[in-house]
T-cell receptor, first 114, second 114 residues
């Protein structure tokens, strides 16, 4: 079953613009992770935010987490054509630790036009 | 530091056959998780291996089985292949010691069942 739900499903922007993707989830979590996937290849780990953190930065990436609303957002600033990819959020559920599985949404497909 | 590797890259099989996929974990990681990603979907957890034992399993039938070796590498075996098994199979490694379930993925194996 899918825990996370990203929106929008697809996003098309011009190079240099900012891109914001959102993720909602259903149950309590230990942490939330964002991944990037280029054209059906492997997932690249972008950032992990713990449940007791509200905001985290990594280079041009900014992630926020609102556990009261069970939602997270990923902001990519000054986007580049190379940022074109699908972006997934994945949650590590409370009580799911012994199983170790991450639960993914369906992803947001980002297209950055030069 | 060596990243997660998977082999083969692509595989074509026919219905009813058996397949073995291989994964080498990132150095320093002792846990391996396997995911199935159908076209246009997010990855779905199959199972996880820790200390050479299955540590958790998603909603997949017993014909999906696995192994973990003393060097932490892993295999995913699928028997009696069905058309719906066509997907990208992703392996992810993590360190149980870190307690964060931060998973790093390999490039995947694209399996096509005809």
């Amino acid at each position: 079953s899918q825990q996370g739900e990203e929106d929008p499903q697809a996003l098309s922007i011009q190079e240099g613009e900012n891109a914001t993707m959102n993720c909602s989830y259903k149950t309590s979590i230990n942490n939330l992770q964002w991944y990037r996937q280029n054209s059906g290849r492997g997932l690249v780990h972008l950032i992990l935010i713990r449940s007791n953190e509200r905001e985290k930065h990594s280079g041009r990436l900014r992630v926020t987490l609102d556990t009261s609303k069970k939602s997270s957002s990923l902001l990519i600033t000054a986007s580049r054509a190379a940022d074109t990819a699908s972006y997934f959020c994945a949650t590590d559920r409370v009580g799911g630790g012994s199983q170790g599985n991450l639960i993914f949404g369906k992803g947001t497909k980002l297209s950055v036009k030069p | 530091e060596t990243g997660v590797t998977q082999s083969p890259t692509h595989l074509i099989k026919t219905r009813g056959q058996q397949v073995t996929l291989r994964c080498s974990s990132q150095s320093g990681h002792n846990t391996v998780s396997w995911y199935q990603q159908a076209l246009g979907q997010g990855p779905q957890f199959i199972f996880q291996y820790y200390r050479e034992e299955e540590n958790g399993r998603g909603n997949f039938p017993p014909r999906f089985s696995g192994l973990q070796f003393p060097n932490y590498s892993s295999e995913l075996n699928v028997n009696a292949l069905e058309l719906d098994d066509s997907a990208l199979y992703l392996c992810a490694s993590s360190s149980r010691t870190s307690g964060r379930n931060e998973q790093f993925f390999g490039p995947g194996t694209r399996l096509t069942v005809l």
